[in-house]
């Protein structure tokens, strides 16, 4: 396929990934990796003082590849806005998880 057909295809897809928001099955289980997200974001190995490696990203990868975009930038907001009111360690910039779309 060439680039302008996938470029053209990306509101067929983003219409089809908004399905997947009214399924309760979806919800559930995106709100689980959410979840296990938020937990495990506490956890880390530290490597140096301003080096660690983490692991909850893990969790955001696998909400995007099975329950797809959108579902995935809701998960992610709530999950930054979740982790910074649990730990609340560095001030963050309030569009930052808004990037997650």
Known sequence: MNFAHECLSVPSLIKESMKENK???SICGCAMLTALNVSVGALYIPISP???IGFSSVFAGVSGM???PMLTGFAGVIADTLKYMIRQMVLIFLALPLMNF
């Open 50 to 52: 301003t080096l660690r």
């Open 66 to 68: 099975v329950y797809g």
């Open 23 to 25: 399924k309760v099955k």
